[in-house]
């Protein structure tokens, strides 16, 4: 008990990154939209453009709060590169197979509720760091499947945002390829940030005492977007 108490009177800094994270992003969650630059840049410029399209992956990616804070609870307690790169990989293969095929093959869904399974993602990493599926279920769900699983959903989100901005297909595939590799750069530039903050936290005497509250703080943050997301849907279907 003296070790929680302790804990909440001094926060680690990777829980204050998290609430400020959720404070700087919270409105473009509600606002369910892509940068108004970013917008007019997509529908201005139809054909090739490989190094504006690359830019807007990276960019999308190092400012994506609902993937960072999915990929902060992946990494949380895997402590060997192997590891960490075995479970990045795999969101990576999940997320560019449905970015890809989702805008290609014009592949719709309702992005409210898309977004919703993806702040319920961020929930069940929370819930999984604390071990609470053997509690509640009876067993330890698939760890690796279930990062591939929730890799679709998030690939997908992106994808049912980028339907409504593309007016020409003329090099949309090259576009779509160039976009997703500049996702995966903005992946590993972001988990380079978030991988040394680990690593001094990891240091410290702080973590052990302060690893639950941080998973707590993270399984709240992903209700709260789940949330937002569905008051946007109901929202939407009452207009």
Same mark, same amino acid.
């Given at each position: 008990?003296?070790?929680?108490?302790?804990?909440?009177?001094?926060?680690?800094?990777?829980?204050?990154?998290? +609430?400020?994270?959720?404070?700087?992003?919270?409105?473009?969650? =509600?606002? #369910?939209?892509?940068?108004?630059?970013?917008?007019?840049?997509?529908?201005?410029?139809?054909?090739?453009?490989?190094?504006?399209?690359?830019? +807007?992956?990276?960019? %999308?990616?190092?400012?994506?709060?609902? %993937?960072?804070?999915?990929?902060?609870?992946?990494?949380?307690?895997?402590?060997?590169?192997?590891?960490?790169?075995?479970?990045?990989?795999?969101?990576?293969?999940? %997320?560019? $197979?449905?970015?890809?095929?989702?805008? =290609?093959?014009?592949? #719709?869904?309702?992005?409210?509720?898309?977004?919703?399974?993806?702040?319920?993602?961020? @929930?069940?990493?929370?819930?999984?760091?604390?071990?609470?599926?053997?509690? +509640?279920?009876?067993?330890?769900?698939?760890?690796?499947?279930?990062?591939?699983?929730?890799?679709?959903? #998030?690939?997908?989100?992106?994808? $049912?945002? +980028?339907?409504?901005?593309?007016?020409?297909?003329?090099?949309?595939?090259?576009?779509? @390829?160039?976009?997703?590799?500049?996702?995966?750069?903005?992946?590993?530039?972001?988990?380079?940030?978030?991988?040394?903050?680990?690593?001094?936290?990891?240091?410290?005497?702080?973590?052990?005492?302060?690893?639950?509250?941080?998973?707590?703080?993270? =399984?709240? $943050?992903?209700?709260?977007?789940?949330?937002?997301?569905?008051?946007?849907?109901?929202?939407?279907?009452?207009?």
């Amino acid at each position: 008990m003296t070790d929680l108490r302790f804990s909440l009177r001094r926060p680690p800094a990777m829980l204050i990154a998290l +609430l400020v994270s959720l404070t700087l992003f919270a409105s473009d969650a =509600m606002a #369910h939209g892509v940068a108004e630059s970013d917008k007019a840049f997509i529908q201005a410029n139809p054909g090739i453009n490989i190094i504006p399209y690359f830019y +807007l992956g990276a960019k %999308h990616m190092v400012t994506g709060y609902d %993937h960072l804070l999915f990929l902060f609870g992946v990494i949380f307690f895997l402590y060997r590169l192997k590891d960490i790169w075995a479970y990045v990989t795999l969101f990576a293969i999940g %997320h560019s $197979t449905t970015l890809l095929a989702g805008v =290609m093959f014009n592949i #719709h869904a309702n992005p409210f509720i898309v977004d919703a399974i993806i702040g319920l993602s961020v @929930v069940y990493k929370a819930l999984d760091n604390l071990g609470a599926f053997p509690t +509640l279920l009876g067993f330890q769900p698939n760890q690796k499947a279930a990062v591939l699983i929730f890799g679709f959903f #998030h690939g997908f989100g992106l994808a $049912t945002k +980028l339907q409504d901005l593309i007016a020409s297909r003329d090099g949309l595939f090259a576009n779509l @390829v160039s976009f997703n590799l500049g996702v995966e750069a903005g992946q590993v530039m972001a988990l380079s940030v978030i991988l040394i903050a680990m690593t001094l936290w990891r240091r410290s005497a702080s973590f052990n005492r302060s690893a639950l509250i941080a998973n707590a703080m993270l =399984m709240c $943050t992903g209700f709260i977007l789940t949330g937002y997301q569905i008051a946007g849907f109901l929202t939407e279907q009452t207009t």
